[in-house]
């Protein structure tokens, strides 16, 4: 059972807020996210020109300006006032960035208004996913995608305190990559959670990548390398949406 009845506030919050600055100057060359995560979550997407794309949890906006530059339109999202302030500063006055914790509704997005939503290490820091999976089913188009990556089950559960594999819990690391000692805490749940949670909001699970390193990373660092070729740090899914069709009229009309 989860353990944390009745909290909804955002878990990371201050950890993010104090990161901000670092993980703004940083993010788009350290090594874990450049040559590891985001080319491996970027495979997962389809040609992105012309979609109308949500980067929920958009940090300081790299993912974004990798999907403007590729001819998306994108809306962004994320809870802590300073990395919106870098992916403002980043993004410029015409895209639209949020100030908006993921795990309240989203009712700030209409319904039925993006092709592809992008969710890149921020379900670590979300307690209820049904409750955000559901709320990205409503905004997606028919057949729409969603993308994200997460930490992996398996290495996050070798973290825990609690030896009970099928508990989800809130769990705490203290990072020091970014140059300074930032205690984060996070979510740690099952793979069947993390499955049931997507199937169970109305998507099918396309494809589930366990990244290893990329070549560049080899190269680059081959001490980070090494650590990475034994033990996957991050999932990443594609979903689509499948259509709820309610009546025979309403499928005729598609
Ligand atoms: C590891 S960073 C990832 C940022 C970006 N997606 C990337 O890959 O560069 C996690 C981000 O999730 C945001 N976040 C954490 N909890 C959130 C919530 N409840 N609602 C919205 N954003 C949240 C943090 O503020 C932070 O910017």
Redesign the pocket.
């Known amino acids: 059972m989860p353990d944390f009845p009745g909290d909804d506030s955002?878990?990371?919050?201050n950890a993010?807020e104090e990161l901000?600055e670092r993980?703004a100057a940083q993010?788009d060359t350290k090594a874990e996210?450049a040559y590891y995560?985001?080319p491996a979550t970027l495979t997962l997407l389809p040609d992105v020109k012309g979609m109308r794309v949500l980067?929920?949890?958009?940090?300081?906006g790299?993912?974004s300006e990798w999907l403007i530059s590729h001819g998306a339109e994108v809306t962004a999202?994320?809870?802590?006032p300073t990395?919106v302030e870098y992916a403002r500063r980043r993004l410029g006055p015409n895209v639209a960035v949020w100030l908006?914790?993921?795990?309240k509704p989203l009712d700030f997005l209409d319904t039925a208004s993006f092709d592809l939503v992008l969710?890149?290490?921020?379900l670590?820091?979300?307690r209820d996913w049904g409750r955000l999976f559901q709320q990205f089913y409503r905004i997606l188009r028919n057949s729409g995608l969603l993308v994200f990556?997460v930490g992996h089950p398996f290495t996050d559960f070798l973290h825990s305190k609690r030896p009970d594999y099928y508990a989800t819990e809130t769990v705490e690391a203290t990072w020091t990559s970014f140059g300074i000692p930032v205690v984060v805490p996070y979510m740690r749940r099952p793979l069947q959670e993390m499955i049931d949670s997507i199937v169970n909001s109305g998507f099918a699970v396309e494809k589930v990548l366990e990244p290893e390193p990329s070549e560049e990373l080899k190269r680059k660092c081959p001490r980070i390398r090494k650590g990475l070729s034994k033990l996957p740090k991050f999932i990443c899914f594609r979903a689509s949406k499948i259509q709820k069709v309610t009546s025979i009229s309403e499928a005729a009309m598609e």
């Not at 999202?77 to 802590?80: A, E, H, Q, R």
């Not at 969710?119 to 921020?122: D, G, N, R, T």
Request: proline share 6%; charged share 20%.
């Open positions: 955002p878990i990371a919050l993010y901000a993980y993010i996210n995560e985001r980067d929920a949890g958009c940090g300081p790299s993912y999202v994320d809870v802590s990395m908006k914790d993921l795990s969710c890149a290490l921020v670590d820091y979300i990556s």
